[in-house]
Each structure stands twice: as structure tokens, then as C-alpha cells.
């Protein structure tokens, strides 16, 4: 066919295309004053993962040319759309904005919802615990950091659940006013820095780094000082007006973790983890012994991690956070509780939530 022709194709399937959408909005409003009328939460990510996993099947069953990745970016933004036309949904994450959680946060969630930067982890539990936002989005592990306590510690202390996880790769961008010159200074937060450094000197040789207080004032001195750059996300870049000079190779990247905060936890959706609070008095044995409680009924025990309690100024109290394979309504999860408080440990359920089955990455 000529060229007019394809573009003539184009134009009758855009068409089907808006038509087809527009039928799926109808049906979107329909479910959303099921939900409102059932008291059912808006999003729910289980389903959402599901429908993502089914559409790739799909496309892969009819030998499509777009990638995974690709049909996960074109829905996720459609169902962006869909959450805005069920209910105004608001988004808290830890800002400033262009930070890597607010880069996770529209990711997950797309464009059509609103955003609310927070600058402490303390503003985003406030926020989705007084119920002027709906879920929030915090970083709770990074692959060279390790746990992000605060989350952890506030978890303890508040009725909020986790509601769901995201996995997220790293993948940071070099950016600047002016892409036809090399810059002399790059500035960035020092946890952007660190994992690229080696990477940034090779791209960039004899250009002097400078660690930034947060990615929002180092991509600020990019776009105010001439000669400079800024190490940060892609959302940054955009926000900021900056061009990307280079972006970080897939070596480099390092990943993460982000928990989705709610007022409750995700449905069981068949492949579940969870995040429970195990308190217990500190001895030795004490973390083997509720181990071995989970070993012999066959759960799986995936991640540990220790934080003090408190208050306690004997130090004679230990805190676990342990996150397990299941979901902690299940019946086998139930009775492990029930065992561990049977031995003296105090046990808090810190939210259940889909496991997740795919890296996010920009």
C-alpha cells in the first residue's frame, strides 16, 4: 500500500480504538458504583497485576510486535484513567517531586491521578491516615542500602497496612540545559551518586561531582548554572525542562523496593507475602526458635530484618520484621501466629499483598 494508504489504515483503527476505549470507560463507571455502593476499594492490585499478565499472554499468543514492557506502559496509563474515572484518587509518596518515589509513584498509578509530595515519611502516614489521601507510596528496601528503617519503624505504630509492593530498578539519567557540551560540574543526592559513580566518571572524565541535599535541588544548579548537570530520573528531567545527556547502563542500575500504604491490607490473591512484627524477649535461640516455628509448618521466611525496641533500656526485648510467603489470613499463616504468641512473642500483622512478578523499571 502507499504511504497515504497506511495513514488512511491508521486513521479507521484510531477510530475503533476511541470507540473501544470509551465502551471500557462505561464499564469502568459502572464497577465504580458497585464498589462505592459495597464499600469495595477502588484499586485493587491483585486484579490489576492479573489483567497486566493476561493482556502480555495475549499479545505474546498472537505474536505481537509490541513488547511487555510496552503493553504494560499502554495499560497501565489506561487503567490510570480508569482509577480517575471511579474516584478522584489521591497519591501521597516522599518527595520533593522527581524524586524516585514519585518517578515509582506515577509509574504505578499513571498520569490521570493526582500527586501529593510530603517531604518526611512521618507527612505520608499523617496524609493516608487522616483519609485526605488514599494510599501512599514510601521506599522500604534498596539493593545497596539495605531496609529503610523509618518505614519499617512507623509500620509498628500505625493501624495503616501494607496494601502492595512494587519492584523497581534504578536506572538513573545524566541531564542538563545544553546537550551539545560536556558539563564541568554534576551535582547529586549522594545515594544517586553512589551506585553510578564509576559510570559517571568514564562517561564524563575530569568532571567534578558535588552531593546535593535531595535530586530536586541537584537538578535545580542544572537548570540555573551554566556548565552544570544533574544525576537524577527521568521524571526529573521533565519537570525540571532538562535534557538527558546519558542514561545509566543496566549494570549500574541498582533495585529497590516500595510498599503501596493503605488503611488495609490486599485481597488473598493465591500468591501472597506478608510483612509481620515479631516482638520477643532477647536470649539466645530467640530468633531460631521462632524461625523453627515457621520451618515446620513449611512457610517460607523470606527476608529478616532486626530493629531495636523503643524504650527498651535493658535491652532485654527483640524486635523481627520477617517477611513471609503467604498471606496472613490464610490458615497455615493463622495458626503459626498463634503458636508464636502461644511461646511468649507478640506478633503484628504489617500488611499482605501480591507478590510481586515483574522488575518496573522507567
Known amino acids: 500500500m502507499s504511504l497515504d494508504q497506511t495513514r488512511a489504515q491508521i486513521d479507521a483503527i484510531d477510530q475503533q480504538l476511541i470507540r473501544l476505549l470509551n465502551e471500557r470507560a462505561d ?5 465504580g458504583e ?18 497486566l499478565r493476561k493482556l502480555c499472554q495475549l499479545n505474546a499468543a498472537q505474536n505481537g510486535k509490541l513488547t511487555e514492557k510496552a503493553i504494560r506502559a499502554i495499560f497501565r496509563e489506561i487503567m490510570s484513567a480508569a482509577l480517575a474515572l471511579e474516584n478522584s484518587l489521591k497519591i501521597a509518596y516522599l518527595g520533593p517531586a522527581g524524586s524516585w518515589t514519585h518517578q515509582v509513584a506515577v509509574h504505578k498509578f499513571g498520569n490521570s491521578v493526582e500527586y501529593v509530595a510530603e517531604c518526611s515519611t512521618e507527612g505520608v502516614f499523617a496524609r493516608v491516615a487522616s483519609r485526605q489521601i488514599d494510599y501512599g507510596v514510601l521506599p522500604i528496601e534498596h539493593s545497596a542500602e539495605g531496609a529503610v528503617h523509618h518505614t519499617l519503624d512507623h509500620l509498628v505504630d500505625s493501624p495503616l497496612q501494607i496494601y502492595a509492593e512494587i519492584l523497581w530498578k534504578l536506572e538513573t539519567v545524566v541531564m542538563a540545559q545544553d546537550s551539545d557540551s560536556l558539563p564541568t560540574t554534576i551535582y547529586g543526592h549522594p545515594q544517586m551518586l553512589a551506585p553510578c559513580r564509576a559510570w559517571i566518571n568514564q562517561r564524563f572524565p575530569g568532571t567534578k561531582l558535588i552531593e546535593s541535599a535531595s535530586s530536586s535541588l541537584a537538578a535545580t544548579h542544572a537548570e540555573t548554572e551554566v556548565g552544570t548537570a544533574a ?14 545527556l546519558a542514561t545509566s547502563p543496566r549494570e549500574y542500575a541498582s533495585r529497590a523496593r516500595f510498599i503501596i500504604l493503605g488503611h488495609r491490607s490486599g485481597a488473598p490473591s493465591g500468591n501472597d507475602n506478608a510483612m509481620l512484627m515479631v516482638h520477643a524477649r532477647d536470649r539466645v535461640g530467640a530468633l531460631l526458635e521462632v524461625l523453627q516455628v515457621f520451618a515446620a509448618r513449611n512457610v517460607n521466611v523470606r527476608q529478616i530484618e532486626n530493629r531495636p525496641v523503643p524504650g527498651d533500656v535493658t535491652g532485654t526485648q527483640a524486635r523481627f520484621f520477617l517477611e513471609i510467603s503467604g498471606h496472613h489470613e490464610d490458615a497455615l499463616l493463622q495458626a503459626t501466629i498463634q503458636e508464636l504468641t502461644a511461646l511468649g512473642a507478640s506478633v503484628k500483622p504489617l500488611g499482605s499483598y501480591p507478590a510481586p512478578s515483574w522488575i518496573e523499571e522507567h
Open 34 to 51: 458497585i464498589k462505592k455502593k459495597d464499600g469495595l476499594d477502588i484499586y485493587v492490585p491483585g486484579r490489576e497485576e492479573a489483567l
Open 231 to 244: 544525576v537524577g530520573t527521568p521524571l526529573s528531567a521533565e519537570l525540571h525542562g532538562l535534557r538527558v
Open 27 to 31: 464499564c469502568v463507571q459502572q464497577i
